[in-house]
């Protein structure tokens, strides 16, 4: 632990490199906290080695933050429940009491305590241990002074977030989640809902899998409300819209002239989402080169623009990852940095499909019923109700586009009936596919003679598409840019399209659970 300093680096960037031979990043680069800021803010510091305690206690005292050190975990037990503190720096392996032990501790009497923990032995599995158990983060050794300010630096700017979501929180009438609306009763689904409470109020990165439409972007709205980064951006990018130097460009940022039409300086999606959370939209589709520079984003905080040969901000921000492959079989196949994957996958929450919760789709119905009458016709004009047959109905159908297809059935079903009417399974539009016993089978168009001639064609090209793209992905075996090539359409394109009708291509059989 020598290489832990007593007193704070200068910022020329002489100092020792961090593991794998990567430069430090000055403090200089840290997001700016006031004097009166740091000053309120209380760290305590629990490591039985002593030349480590009093380096780290010495760094945090002369950046202006109070600073408790204790040796031994009894002692650091009892002072939890005497005083609290806003960052707790643990080691892993001590005697008597475990750091494990001690962080459990910690965030059971103080839950909204950062606790950071310090291990001389890192492994994946003990990284993954403490982060499951609550940590807000490790710290390797060894590791250098300018390391150190760096993540004490997000961690004392993370506990300022927290306050003033606090203090916006509590302006919230009874602190209600504003925007997002998730209705479900079935087990399965209030199950994934009670991991999202639980987890959102830990900057623990969650990775979120389940069908296209299956609601994961909900989930990721859901937790983010409910996290004390409330107050700040939700931040979504979709990983599989944009090509790789167009995607690079928006998550990192581009200095001028870094290529042509670089007019000028543009920070990234990773600078907007300093403070809040990031969502990474079909994380499986991100090109290996722009997963490398992510990971090094996730665990040094360090963003660095397109061009740039400096480090141009540091960022304190919450990952959120979904897709609607199999991200395992994407590591077994390369795809996917296995390292990334388990960094994000610190918590995961699989969604699971409508039709493995039939008790909810009367529910969700009348609630699209609901929105999507007042919103077409007028909230005061009287709206059609569900006969039990049509209900019924609804509930017998497969759902391969999940609740995403359930909404668009019901708007569909919203701009033809008139009020008061009630629904008859009649009134249901008809999917105009179905199962075959070697893969998706057409079927011959259903067009009713009381049907409007443009409802009708609308209904018939989207029910043709939908055909279209659900025999093509599969029998190129889900290479999108194989089926983009196929269709004569670009690669954007065909996500739209696939993402519009509910289709996903599964880089292996969809699972069942």
Same mark, same amino acid.
């Given at each position: ?77 009892? $002072? ?38 310090? $291990? ?126 167009? /995607? ?74 979904? $897709? ?39 529910? /969700? ?149």
């Amino acid at each position: 632990m020598g290489n832990v300093m007593s007193a704070p680096a200068s910022d020329d960037g002489s100092l020792p490199p961090r593991e794998g031979g990567r430069a430090p990043v000055p403090p200089a680069s840290l997001p700016r906290l006031t004097p009166e800021v740091r000053a309120s803010i209380r760290v305590l510091i629990v490591d039985d080695e002593r030349s480590l305690r009093e380096s780290c206690s010495n760094v945090l005292r002369y950046e202006g933050y109070q600073v408790t050190a204790c040796s031994r975990g009894d002692e650091a037990r009892e $002072t939890l429940k005497r005083d609290k503190f806003d960052i707790v720096l643990l080691d892993l392996y001590m005697l008597e009491v475990s750091g494990l032990q001690l962080l459990r501790t910690c965030l059971d009497a103080q839950p909204d305590t950062i606790v950071i923990v310090i $291990t001389g032995r890192p492994s994946l599995d003990s990284n993954l241990e403490v982060l499951r158990a609550g940590a807000w983060d490790y710290l390797p050794k060894p590791f250098s002074a300018t390391h150190f300010q760096i993540l004490l630096g997000r961690a004392a700017h993370a506990v300022m977030v927290a306050r003033e979501s606090r203090v916006v929180g509590g302006a919230r009438a009874h602190g209600q989640s504003e925007g997002v609306t998730i209705l479900g009763m079935a087990p399965a689904f209030r199950r994934v809902l009670d991991l999202a409470r639980r987890v959102a109020r830990t900057d623990a990165s969650v990775f979120i899998t389940g069908d296209s439409g299956s609601g994961k972007e909900l989930i990721a709205q859901f937790i983010h409300e409910h996290s004390r980064r409330s107050s700040r951006p939700l931040v979504a990018v979709n990983c599989a819209a944009l090509p790789e130097p167009l /995607l690079e460009s928006e998550m990192f940022g581009h200095c001028k002239g870094a290529f042509t039409g670089a007019l000028r300086d543009k920070p990234g999606l990773l600078e907007t989402a300093n403070g809040g959370t990031l969502l990474l939209d079909e994380l499986v589709e991100m090109p290996k080169p722009v997963q490398a520079k992510l990971l090094r984003v996730i665990q040094d905080g360090v963003v660095r623009r397109v061009g740039s040969e400096a480090t141009d901000a540091v960022v304190n921000i919450r990952f959120i990852a979904c $897709t609607n492959a199999n991200p395992e079989a994407a590591v077994k196949a390369g795809i996917l940095r296995e390292d990334l994957y388990y960094r994000l996958r610190v918590v995961p929450i699989h969604v699971p499909r409508l039709r493995d919760r039939p008790g909810d789709i009367e529910l /969700l119905a009348e609630h699209f019923l609901a929105y999507y009458w007042s919103r077409h016709h007028g909230p005061t004009t009287p709206r059609p109700k569900f006969r039990d047959a049509a209900v019924r109905a609804l509930r017998a159908r497969p759902w391969q586009g999940n609740v995403r297809e359930l909404q668009n059935i019901i708007e569909h079903m919203v701009v033809l009936l008139e009020p008061r009417i009630a629904i008859e399974p009649k009134h249901i539009p008809e999917l105009g596919y179905q199962p075959a016993a070697a893969g998706w089978g057409c079927v011959a168009p259903a067009v009713s003679s009381g049907e409007p001639y443009y409802a009708a064609r609308d209904r018939l090209i989207n029910e043709f598409a939908l055909q279209y793209f659900a025999q093509l992905v599969p029998r190129v075996g889900g290479n999108m840019s194989e089926a983009a090539r196929v269709a004569g359409v670009d690669r954007g394109t065909l996500y739209r399209m696939m993402k519009r009708y509910g289709l996903h291509a599964s880089l292996s059989t969809p699972r069942d659970n």
